[in-house]
Antibody, heavy 125, light 111 residues
């Protein structure tokens, strides 16, 4: 059974960097058929896709325009996990952050079929 | 505000049929990108409910179905049951944003 286990702090100070990790069991971060995503959810912004990484003979990275200048998603093959770093956070970044698996061969058919349990991250001093 | 527009709430009595709409634009649904639907129970992560042309993950009953036309899509639930009370979200790809987008969510209340 494939599972995603999230970890990371629930409180981050403004202007600092938010860091979360998602450990994968039952699948591989280097899978040739999956992509590994971060999605957040807040009352003000709803569900928002942040970015993804995936391996197809080499590593690829795609980020949402809204956070492109501040986000980094990195795979860690030695630990079979991937991480999210979001820099220069503000209270607007307060949300529940989910790591997800994306499957489907095209942009159109891609669905998020597996989700972590979510981490509430509050940005506050 | 979300790129895809859904009604904030819908309701129906047990056994009835309800529909939830999802309206987009020419850069997402209208461009021909598939629409997928998720169900989210309180305090839990969204769960993939139905994807593409009426494809359901294992365990999802065929009471759930979808349709799409132009820049809109709809989720229909027939034979409404108390366990269907949940939040529902649509999702598609947006070529202008170069990313995946969601609807604002619809809360279904079973009366």
């Amino acid at each position: 059974q494939v599972q995603l286990q999230q970890s990371g702090p629930g409180l981050v100070k403004p202007s600092q960097t938010l860091s979360l990790t998602c450990a994968i069991s039952g699948d591989s971060v280097s899978s040739n058929s999956a992509a590994w995503n971060w999605i957040r959810q807040s009352p003000s912004r709803g569900l928002e896709w942040l970015g993804r990484t995936y391996y197809r003979s080499k590593w690829y990275y795609e980020y949402a325009v809204s956070v492109k200048s501040r986000i980094t998603i990195n795979p860690d093959t030695s630990k079979n996990q991937f991480s999210l770093q979001l820099s220069s956070v503000s209270p607007e970044d307060t949300a529940v952050y989910y790591c997800t698996r994306g499957v489907g061969g095209t942009y159109s058919t891609l669905t998020f079929d597996l989700w972590g349990r979510g981490t509430l991250v509050t940005v506050s001093s | 505000q979300s790129v895809l527009t859904q009604p904030p709430s819908v309701s129906g009595a047990p056994g009835q049929r309800v529909t939830i709409s999802c309206t987009g634009s020419s850069s997402n649904i209208g461009a021909g990108y598939d629409v997928h639907w998720y169900q989210q129970l309180p305090g839990t992560a969204p769960k993939l409910l139905i994807y593409g042309n009426n494809n359901r993950p294992s365990g999802v009953p065929d009471r759930f179905s979808v349709s799409k036309s132009g820049t809109s899509a709809s989720l229909a639930i027939t034979g409404l049951q108390a366990e269907d009370e949940s939040d529902y979200y649509c999702q598609s790809y947006d070529s202008s944003l170069s990313g995946w987008v969601f609807g604002g969510g619809t809360k279904l209340t079973v009366l």
